[in-house]
């Protein structure tokens, strides 16, 4: 079980639950087609926004395998929500995970996903006790899966055409950490 102290504080950030006040800056990039171009889904509108930020608003603690945690991360230089993270609890009795992260690409080139997707490991792997963290992306999102490379995480699989992905055959790079390799990073 993971029932994080919030606020979560790095360097810069500060991540922390979903709140009814986010929907704004959380709009300003999941409302944005290129933001969903790699992702499931198409880009939301208000009132898909406001339904998302609250089921995400009930994802504050990991209480069992199967659950994800969901949170925002806000960047305190410019008062404003620039990105959302998530830490899934893939399987107890093996001890994996899963992250994900989304982010304004307003804010892009300063690390900050970077720095927020590894407190997300630290989470996993120091408070979870995770064994193995997974994350996945289309090989063609090259800013995610160099953000993988540079928290130290691995290529594992190139998987290819292994699923329709918005009317076309998509590829899929998955990319993971172990404990011991997380702290020797």
């Excluded at 986010?22 to 926004?49: H, I, K, N, T, W």
């Excluded at 230089?77 to 899934?88: N, P, Q, T, W």
């Amino acid at each position: 079980m993971l029932k994080p102290a919030y606020p979560l504080k790095t360097a810069r950030l500060v991540l922390r639950p979903f709140e009814p006040g986010d929907l704004d800056d959380y709009l300003a990039y999941r409302s944005r087609p290129d933001v969903y171009r790699y992702l499931y889904g198409e880009a939301l509108d208000r009132q898909q926004a406001e339904e998302l930020i609250a089921k995400r608003m009930a994802e504050s603690e990991l209480t069992e395998a199967g659950k994800g945690l969901a949170l925002v991360v806000c960047w305190p230089e410019v008062d404003r929500v620039v990105g959302d993270v998530v830490l899934k609890w893939l399987d107890e009795d093996n001890r994996q995970g899963e992250i994900g992260y989304s982010f304004n690409p307003e804010f892009a080139g300063r690390g900050l996903a970077t720095e927020a997707a590894a407190e997300l490991l630290r989470l996993g792997f120091e408070e979870l006790g995770l064994h193995r963290i997974v994350a996945e992306c289309d090989p063609r999102n090259e800013p995610s899966w160099r953000l993988m490379e540079r928290l130290g995480m691995r290529r594992e699989a190139h998987f290819r055409q292994n699923e329709i992905f918005k009317g076309e055959w998509g590829d899929l790079f998955v990319y993971a950490m172990l404990a011991e390799e997380h702290r020797n990073h």
